[in-house]
């Protein structure tokens, strides 16, 4: 599994565990009930954490669970078995508006600095493809050696992505992402980094995803958008992609998504927008 993978479920273990531990319950796998796992969720919710985060943490007990039983066979039924999933009211997506972006996009087309040229085609790149911010920060530019060479073709608008469990698939940009990106690649060759394998660069070195989120914030702070991080991007590309009639399986295919859950998520955020589009479209009264 992916680090990231790991990173999700592993907390859900220790912090079941440190439950058992403090209430002097038995922390033996063998042993664990029901109603120990009932307890923890409970813990969860009474501390106020977001409905979200509690059924995140039961998805990875029934996925840790289910591997004891399976894979390593060390338990012979899983105590995940009688326990019903958390209430989970699914909230919309946030989704910003056009007239933000635009907005956010004539700043960043102001500034003639590298960090500028560089930002613009950034979220351009962001917005065209719905990338995750590792994603971003993970393409690599080596024009000599077209295996490791992720920047494919920008005439085809084609750039090689790597997601979870370095997945691969290829994402496609529109002429103005490439005109954007093929800016910043010759501010790019003006700089000392420029020898390095990574497309996305700082002045000191390769631009990291918690330097992207960064970069991300501020810019739109300076535009009156608080709260903007690079995932937003994301959801607007989806829910876009949606709203002009695009097919949820190709958005799958698109955004690097195993489950159609995520997908059903933004499907309804764009549901209402299609809905009076569709309405708008038949004209009903005008039709009498």
Not at 63 to 68: S, Y
Not at 270 to 282: F, P
Request: hydrophobic letters at 40%; aromatic letters at 8%; proline letters at 5%.
């Amino acid at each position: 599994m992916s680090p990231k993978t790991l990173e999700a479920y592993i907390p859900a273990v220790l912090q079941l565990k440190a439950y058992l531990d403090r209430r002097h319950l038995p922390d033996d796998i063998a042993r664990i009930g029901r109603g120990h796992v009932e307890g923890y969720l409970a813990s969860l919710a009474a501390r106020g954490l977001k409905p979200g985060t509690v059924h995140t943490r039961y998805r990875s007990l029934v996925t840790f669970f289910t591997w004891l039983v399976d894979r390593a066979h060390a338990i012979e039924r899983s105590p995940m078995d009688d326990i019903d999933p958390p209430v989970l009211v699914e909230t919309p997506m946030p989704i910003l508006l056009k007239e933000q972006l635009n907005r956010l996009i004539d700043s960043l087309s102001k500034d003639t600095s590298f960090q500028g040229i560089r930002d613009q085609a950034l979220v351009l790149f962001m917005i065209d493809t719905g990338v995750r911010r590792s994603e971003v920060c993970s393409i690599r530019f080596t024009p000599k050696d077209a295996e490791t060479n992720d920047i494919i073709d920008l005439r085809q608008g084609l750039v090689r992505v790597f997601g979870k469990g370095r997945k691969q698939r290829i994402v496609h940009i529109g002429a103005r992402t490439a005109d954007a990106i093929a800016r910043y690649r010759r501010a790019r060759a003006k700089i000392i980094q420029s020898y390095r394998p990574e497309f996305w660069l700082t002045v000191k070195g390769p631009l990291l995803p918690n330097t992207l989120y960064q970069i991300v914030k501020n810019r739109g702070r300076a535009v009156g958008i608080e709260g903007l991080r690079p995932h937003l991007f994301r959801n607007y590309f989806a829910h876009a992609f949606l709203s002009a009639g695009g097919q949820e399986s190709d958005l799958m295919a698109l955004a690097g998504w195993e489950s159609a859950a995520m997908v059903r998520r933004y499907a309804k955020s764009a549901q209402q927008e299609r809905a009076i589009d569709s309405h708008r479209k038949l004209g009903i009264a005008d039709r009498l």
